[in-house]
């Protein structure tokens, strides 16, 4: 049972494109929902991330829309830039008095030039 | 300002040997986690600490796993009898506590031949 689900699985725009990553979650108790990036070889990076109670937030080219009525969000990425072709992770907090984040299976974003 | 710091950054066992990973969380973090990356399964959470007391142990498999957290200053993850389904990624996360906002280290790349 997947609690967290992505889509696409992979996406390639262009440079300067906005791409536009997609995340629905089924437990409507989850409240937290921070977004992290992952390179090759790395630890997955925190990104961005929003609280229920919010519809939108933004951090320079990133901004998260939350709808809480549909359990679905989606991140944004203007002016994409090949630096930011990445795998890109929606987590969720389980919010049942652990802090154990749930996440997606990932979207692999390749920015062309 | 260093990250979250695990050691050793790769790890080759032969099957049936045990193997001890670290994690040293970000000064002042009181919350340290685990979690695991392979291809099929994604990142599944493990366990985590605060304050080191251990909190939430529900994603460790109930044999061969455990954690433990002797001081703040670092956490340790031990797999006795390793297998090769034990082969992925283990990463550790620290959190400064006030809200769940984990920051991942670099991980360690487990291979059990």
């Known amino acids: 049972q997947q609690q967290v689900r992505q889509s696409p699985q992979s996406l390639t725009v262009w440079e300067g494109e906005t791409a536009i990553l997609n995340c629905s979650y089924e437990n409507s108790a989850f409240d937290y929902f921070p977004w992290y990036q992952q390179f090759p070889g790395e630890g997955p990076a925190l990104l961005i991330a929003?609280?229920?109670?919010?519809d939108k937030k933004e951090d320079g080219g990133f901004t998260i829309f939350f709808n809480k009525r549909e359990k679905n969000l989606s991140l944004h990425i203007k002016d994409s830039q090949p630096g930011d072709s990445a795998t890109y992770f929606c987590?969720?907090?389980?919010?049942?008095?652990?802090?154990?984040?749930?996440f997606g299976s990932g979207t692999q974003l390749t920015v062309m030039p | 300002n260093a990250g979250v710091i695990q050691t050793p950054r790769h790890k080759v066992t032969g099957k049936g040997q045990e193997a001890t990973l670290w994690c040293e969380p970000i000064s002042g973090h009181s919350a340290v986690f685990w979690y695991r990356q392979t291809i099929v399964q994604g990142l599944e959470f493990l366990t985590y600490?605060?304050?080191?007391?251990?909190?939430?142990d529900s994603g460790m498999p109930k044999e061969r796993f455990s954690a433990q957290m002797p001081n703040q200053s670092h956490s340790t993850l031990k797999i006795q009898s390793t297998q090769p389904q034990d082969s992925a990624v283990y990463l550790c996360?620290?959190?400064?506590?006030?809200?769940?906002?984990?920051?991942f280290g670099p991980g360690t790349r487990l291979l059990v031949l």
């Open positions: 996360a620290s959190s400064p506590g006030q809200v769940n906002t984990q920051y």
């Open positions: 929003i609280r229920s109670v919010s």
């Open positions: 600490f605060r304050n080191q007391a251990p909190i939430d």
């Open positions: 987590a969720a907090d389980a919010s049942s008095g652990s802090w154990q984040l749930i």
